[in-house]
């Protein structure tokens, strides 16, 4: 698959926790080996920026965002923000408790599910940032919807623990079905091993050829 991968980060198959994709650039944290960053870039089909968040070259943890804009939470370093500043993308800070923004929203350019637990203010700060409609909810019985699931413009994969309740409902705000399936050999926190964008996806090493197919069919490849 030209459009599909599958490498570790350093040893480390939660590839997801190191970066996020839009369909216009993908962020990864500056340790991710320069032999991976060109065929990062060829099956995203996006450039690539490395950069540090928080003091940690974890981007997907802290970092979340579309092609309008990426989110990223105030407790990132003054000098990280001045890093993003230098680079052509939008990025808006987000005043919360709730740091780890890419494990509490899933959203692509139309759309965000987010936690329950993030307030009114910040609810309206999201869907600002973002310019989305924003669902709060709950995926498979956790307040994580961005660590149960990958969605982009063209499809999504949740975590299989998810019920059919939520199922419909994400269905029915993005007009399609969606797959259910996991990561590195039954992750059901699929994001921690897959980064995807319209493009491709790349997947973590320990992905099986089963999974890579379920993630393959669920976005639309």
């Known amino acids: 698959m030209a459009h599909a991968i599958n490498l570790d980060i350093n040893g480390d198959p939660n590839i997801g926790l190191y970066g996020i994709a839009t369909d216009k650039f993908c962020l990864l944290g500056k340790t991710v080996p320069q032999k991976h960053i060109k065929k990062i870039e060829e099956t995203l089909k996006v450039p690539v920026y490395q950069v540090k968040l928080y003091g940690t070259d974890l981007p997907g943890i802290f970092a979340v965002g579309n092609s309008k804009a990426i989110l990223i939470p105030d407790v990132v370093?003054?000098?990280?923000?001045?890093?993003?500043?230098?680079?052509?993308?939008?990025?808006?800070?987000?005043?919360?408790?709730?740091?780890?923004?890419?494990?509490?929203?899933?959203?692509?350019?139309e759309v965000a599910f987010v936690s329950k637990d993030y307030t009114k203010d910040e609810v309206k700060q999201i869907k600002?940032?973002?310019g989305v409609k924003v669902i709060q909810t709950d995926i498979a019985g956790t307040n994580l919807p961005g660590s149960c699931g990958m969605l982009t413009n063209k499809g999504a994969i949740i975590n299989p623990l998810a019920s059919d309740a939520e199922v419909k409902k994400i269905e029915k705000e993005?007009?399609?079905e969606i797959?259910?399936?996991t990561s590195n050999l039954g992750n059901n926190f699929v994001s921690a091993g897959l980064i995807a964008n319209s493009n491709g996806f790349i997947v973590g090493k320990l992905t099986s050829g089963h999974e890579i197919m379920r993630i393959d069919e669920a976005l639309r490849f």
């Open 179 to 181: 797959g259910l399936g």
């Open 77 to 109: 370093f003054k000098s990280e923000r001045k890093e993003l500043e230098k680079l052509p993308i939008n990025f808006v800070t987000i005043s919360t408790e709730k740091t780890a923004l890419n494990n509490n929203i899933l959203c692509n350019d």
């Open 174 to 176: 993005i007009g399609s």
């Open 128 to 130: 600002e940032a973002l």
